[in-house]
């Protein structure tokens, strides 16, 4: 049987499920908040157009507002200056956006410590038991925080010292641009860099070290709890804006029950 035939067949009989792993857009979505002197992204607005009125009797539309970073969204190699000469949104690859998800949970730990940051040794362990990390795939890293999405203020987690959520350490960030086969990591944070990334040497090491490699990152993901470990198919959807740094995006999950 042809593949694509047989991977409809599965998901009309409820053999392959589709688990969506982006978080709905509305103004409540949560943004990230950077401190003075620097510039934030504004956030996401919906303006009516016209609504079964006399500015459009037959038909509802909306103009949408956002930043290309709010939300579940991709980031493109050049966001950072590390990868500034590297691809923009428009010019990621197709191939790049439908890879295997190898998904490493570390959701007991962030609860214990929300300055959690994920360390080569635990790849390495994940990699014993679950074979090499995928080529040309993603490493997507459950944290639990989709659970905190709802709230700005959960989300962010901060307080006087900075925002305090999970993220990965500089070492790990730097083995997973030039060590690892994978072509992005996503995260279910704000940012794929943890909330005291400014201090870490290099400051915003995961921007930084896969950016700078031509890699992506892939932000405010949910529902990572229903993959397992290996087996599944990432499938994300930015917007191919033309000179985009990132954009909002779609993110599913193939995977078979
Ligand atoms: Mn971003």
Not at 13 to 31: F, H, K, Q, W, Y
Not at 205 to 221: M, N, R, S, V
Not at 238 to 254: D, F
Request: proline share 9%; net charge negative; charged share 15%.
């Amino acid at each position: 049987m042809p593949a694509i035939t047989g991977l409809l067949r599965d998901l009309a009989a409820g053999n392959v499920a589709i688990i969506d792993l982006t978080m709905p857009l509305s103004e409540r979505t949560p943004v990230l908040q950077l401190p003075p002197p620097f510039a934030n992204t504004r956030g996401f607005s919906l303006r009516e157009v016209s609504r079964f009125d006399e500015r459009g009797p037959a038909w509802s539309w909306n103009d949408i507002a956002m930043g290309e970073h709010v939300g579940t969204h991709f980031d493109a190699p050049t966001h950072w200056i590390t990868g500034k000469d590297g691809r923009d949104v428009s010019q990621v690859p197709p191939t790049d956006l439908i890879g295997p998800a190898a998904v490493i949970d570390k959701s007991a730990e962030c609860a214990a410590n929300p300055d959690f940051l994920l360390e080569i040794e635990d790849l390495e362990a994940w990699q014993r038991e679950h074979g090499p990390l995928p080529s040309g795939g993603w490493l997507l890293y459950r944290t639990g925080w989709d659970a905190r999405a709802h709230d700005q203020a959960a989300f962010l987690n901060a307080d006087a010292s900075g925002s305090h959520t999970p993220g990965i350490s500089a070492a790990c960030a730097r083995w997973l641009a030039e060590q690892s086969p994978i072509v992005g990591i996503g995260v279910e944070t704000v940012g794929t860099d943890a909330g005291l990334a400014h201090s870490f040497d290099p400051p915003f090491p995961c921007h930084a070290f896969l950016l700078g490699a031509g890699k992506y990152g892939l932000t405010q993901l949910a529902n990572l709890a229903a993959l397992p470990p290996t087996g599944a198919m990432l499938i994300v959807a930015p917007l191919p804006i033309v000179g985009g740094t990132g954009s909002p995006a779609r993110a599913l999950a193939l995977v078979e029950r």
